[in-house]
């Protein structure tokens, strides 16, 4: 069971009142783009056993869309963050060097 | 038109370890916007009689009217029935010129009213949120999870809670807060807090 705490409404939560969104941070490849690009976009994911970052939804609560960084092998939650970025903040991303020190995932360590 | 409005389940009630009871129809408008614009902080003041914008995860009451914190950029403000539309419009108008948007949403969703000082064991039951009497308190709402579906949870007394949902899950919630509430089914788990 995770435990997530939506950054729009303040509460901790269990993942019960949320709802998974899948992969954080997609860049999206549409109308011109190469097939090859199109199909990395829809298709290729990370699968990580480890450091691991995606989209949550407030289902049941306030309902906005936020991000989280959690570890898939513990279910450690690192953090959550807004939706409002592209990528995962340094402030986090050197928390998770504290603990998962030599992390990666796709181009952030 | 208000003279034939009814409630979802016509004012159904069972008296288990607490009292529930289907409040009856209540006004409801959603509020969308600006907390932060003073036009908008006023236009809300205007219309639930002086209570004001609450904070994150609060509910402002004042005279029949009452203003609880839905998400960062939503209000749900609360009133009787009938005197939902012309509220709405009258917010509608107080904020043409604003990114903002009133609904009146009056027949969207089922009340319950929950009594007796087994009142918090009922929603603990149902649903996971510490409703322990020094975690959950009087001016809070909780949106949250009651079994498999959305509802929100705030007091209205020291041992009475409101609970809404959805209308087309009426039904369902009521008979979670019926077994909930089953007379002998008592846990006693704030008993002692
Ligand atoms: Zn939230």
């Known amino acids: 069971m995770l435990i997530l705490e939506c950054p729009y409404c303040g509460v901790t939560g269990e993942e019960t009142e949320f709802h998974g969104g899948g992969e954080a941070h997609i860049k999206r490849f549409g109308p011109g783009s190469s097939d090859d690009d199109f199909h990395d976009y829809l298709f290729t994911r990370e699968n990580p056993f480890g450091v691991h970052f995606e989209r949550w939804r407030h289902v049941s609560g306030c309902g906005k869309w936020f991000h989280a960084a959690r570890c898939t092998k513990t279910l450690e939650v690192f953090g959550t963050y807004s939706a409002q970025t592209t990528e995962p903040p340094s402030d986090l991303r050197a928390a998770i060097s504290d603990k998962r020190p030599g992390w990666t995932w796709r181009e952030f360590s | ?193």
């Open chain 2, 1 to 193: 038109m208000s003279d034939h409005v009814t409630s979802a389940l016509a004012g159904a009630a069972f008296d288990g370890f607490v009292q529930l009871r289907e409040a009856g129809a209540c006004g409801m408008i959603t509020l969308r916007g600006d907390f932060s614009s003073a036009v908008f902080q006023k236009a809300v003041g205007e219309v639930a009689e002086g209570a004001g914008v609450p904070k994150t995860r609060q509910i402002t009451t004042a005279g029949d009217s009452a203003v609880a914190w839905m998400s960062p950029d939503e209000l749900l403000i609360m009133c009787p029935h009938a005197e939902a539309p012309a509220r709405a419009a009258a917010l509608a108008q107080a904020l043409s010129g604003e990114h903002a948007l009133a609904v009146n949403v009056s027949d969207a969703r089922a009340v319950f009213d929950l009594t007796g000082a087994g009142s918090r064991e009922v929603l603990a039951k149902l649903c996971p949120v510490d409703f322990a009497p020094g975690a959950f308190k009087q001016g809070e709402i909780r949106r949250t999870r009651m079994a498999q579906v959305a509802a929100a949870v705030w007091m209205t007394g020291p041992d009475s809670f409101r609970v809404v949902c959805f209308r087309s899950v009426a039904a369902y919630v009521f008979g979670l807060l019926q077994a909930s509430a089953q007379p002998g089914s008592e846990v006693g788990v704030f008993a002692d807090t």
